[in-house]
């Protein structure tokens, strides 16, 4: 089904069930992963499923504490309806409690480790590309179930960092971050419009491109938190039913029964400097597998 745009931003539909796994004849390509090149994964730990070479395996812990979610109409020209907070042309406050992001996206050869350790039934594009680069092609509940080993498997390893460990023990979950979380954790506090800052650098993250790069190959000394491709390279999966401002964090937890779309954040490899901005939002069917779509995780209470 070709995409629909709903204010301003592209959403893609194809029909599904927000929490109904996509049944074994939907999981296109049943064809064994194909041979690894691992020769430019330079700095991830083969040891360790493939996650960052630093201490916390590329997780950075992102401080608790109020930020200004969506957009001030009057400082961003650009901004797109569905970044308006009601009764007003500013952005609105949320708290959220300390959580830990990924640095990077989530990477083929992470994505292959998961698929090689549990036989999980794979799109073929979604392992295609060389091992550095976002994983594309897979659908919010792939997403998932990419999340769900990668925490039974970190609750277990002798490889996860303390930190992680005593997070998990307290009742932290690994997934998807939600929208609110992404958005904090890709413009800080200060309310900037792009991660960087408030104008556009095509130095600083892959977009106006024509394909996916190696997670990080762009350096962002400005970037709140040191966290990269924030913006460009793929979209990114959140665990947020897309609905209209005001944001209420229960939805992230009450609403994923129902038939609905998902936020992803972020802009793509291809998009324009509009669209990579830290506030925009875009929304998914949780069943789309597409060549721009990807994730990155998540350790936070949900």
Same mark, same amino acid.
């Given at each position: 089904?070709?995409?629909?745009?709903?204010?301003?931003?592209?959403?893609?539909?194809?029909?599904?069930?927000?929490?109904?796994?996509?049944?074994?004849?939907?999981?296109?390509?049943?064809?064994?992963?194909?041979?690894?090149?691992?020769?430019?994964?330079?700095?991830?730990?083969?040891?360790?499923?493939?996650?960052?070479?630093?201490?916390?395996?590329?997780?950075?812990?992102?401080?608790?504490?109020?930020?200004?979610?969506?957009?001030?109409?009057?400082?961003?020209?650009?901004?797109? $309806?569905?970044?308006?907070?009601?009764?007003?042309?500013?952005?609105?406050?949320?708290?959220?409690?300390?959580?830990?992001?990924?640095?990077?996206?989530?990477?083929?050869?992470?994505?292959?480790?998961?698929?090689?350790?549990?036989?999980?039934?794979?799109?073929?594009?979604?392992?295609?590309?060389?091992?550095?680069?976002?994983?594309?092609?897979?659908?919010?509940?792939?997403?998932?179930?990419?999340?769900?080993?990668?925490?039974?498997?970190?609750?277990?390893?002798?490889?996860?960092?303390?930190?992680?460990?005593?997070?998990?023990?307290?009742?932290?979950?690994?997934?998807?971050?939600?929208?609110?979380?992404?958005?904090?954790?890709?413009?800080?506090? $200060?309310?900037?419009?792009?991660?960087?800052?408030?104008?556009?650098?095509?130095?600083?993250?892959?977009?106006?491109?024509?394909?996916?790069?190696?997670?990080?190959?762009?350096?962002?000394?400005?970037?709140?938190?040191?966290?990269?491709?924030?913006?460009?390279?793929?979209?990114?999966?959140?665990?947020?039913?897309?609905?209209?401002?005001?944001?209420?964090?229960?939805?992230?937890?009450?609403?994923?029964?129902?038939?609905?779309?998902?936020?992803?954040?972020?802009?793509?490899?291809?998009?324009?400097?509009?669209?990579?901005?830290?506030?925009?939002?875009?929304?998914? $069917?949780?069943?789309?597998?597409?060549?721009?779509?990807?994730?990155?995780?998540?350790?936070?209470?949900?």
């Amino acid at each position: 089904m070709a995409p629909k745009l709903v204010l301003g931003v592209a959403m893609i539909s194809v029909g599904m069930s927000a929490c109904g796994w996509p049944p074994a004849e939907s999981r296109a390509g049943h064809n064994p992963p194909p041979k690894a090149d691992d020769s430019e994964l330079i700095g991830f730990r083969e040891d360790a499923w493939f996650l960052p070479d630093d201490e916390l395996l590329g997780f950075v812990e992102i401080p608790a504490g109020p930020f200004s979610m969506g957009t001030d109409s009057g400082v961003d020209v650009l901004a797109y $309806d569905n970044e308006l907070w009601p009764g007003s042309q500013g952005p609105g406050t949320v708290d959220v409690d300390a959580f830990y992001l990924g640095r990077y996206e989530v990477t083929v050869a992470q994505y292959r480790a998961f698929v090689e350790a549990t036989g999980y039934e794979v799109d073929a594009r979604a392992l295609e590309a060389p091992s550095a680069h976002p994983v594309t092609s897979v659908s919010w509940p792939d997403a998932l179930a990419y999340c769900r080993w990668l925490e039974t498997t970190l609750r277990v390893g002798p490889q996860t960092p303390a930190p992680l460990s005593k997070a998990l023990r307290d009742g932290f979950r690994l997934g998807l971050p939600s929208e609110a979380e992404w958005e904090k954790a890709a413009r800080g506090k $200060d309310g900037r419009i792009y991660p960087w800052g408030n104008d556009p650098q095509p130095d600083r993250a892959n977009y106006l491109g024509t394909g996916t790069m190696p997670v990080g190959s762009f350096e962002c000394p400005s970037c709140p938190f040191g966290l990269l491709d924030m913006s460009g390279n793929v979209w990114e999966l959140t665990r947020s039913p897309y609905e209209p401002y005001p944001y209420e964090p229960a939805d992230d937890r009450d609403h994923l029964g129902e038939d609905a779309l998902f936020v992803m954040r972020g802009g793509h490899f291809g998009d324009p400097a509009r669209n990579v901005r830290a506030a925009v939002r875009g929304g998914v $069917d949780p069943g789309a597998r597409r060549p721009f779509i990807g994730f990155r995780v998540a350790v936070s209470r949900f």
